[in-house]
């Protein structure tokens, strides 16, 4: 455990999101507020965000690394 952040997620607590962490108009937010109907495979969700497939699995990617979604053993991403 190197932080207090550390701590907290190893208890499963984590600080809010908060959306200005995401300016309008990048790619993550698109995704982030593209899964707010619920959870969505990529096709979907590159559909509903409008955008390729390659740019939305790589804001996916980073949003899965920064803890904020989950991507399913079934496809499914999902928000946290």
């Not at 809010?16 to 495979?41: F, S």
């Not at 955008?51 to 979604?69: D, F, I, K």
Request: net charge negative; proline share 4%.
């Amino acid at each position: 455990v190197a932080s207090m952040a550390d701590a907290l997620a190893l208890i499963g607590l984590t600080a809010p999101i908060r959306l200005h962490d995401m300016p309008e108009g990048t790619n993550e937010r698109t995704v982030w507020e593209a899964l707010v109907v619920g959870g969505l495979d990529l096709e979907s969700l590159a559909a509903r965000a409008s955008l390729p497939a390659h740019l939305t699995l790589a804001a996916v990617s980073s949003l899965e690394l920064r803890g904020l979604v989950e991507c399913a053993l079934t496809g499914e991403i999902r928000r946290m």
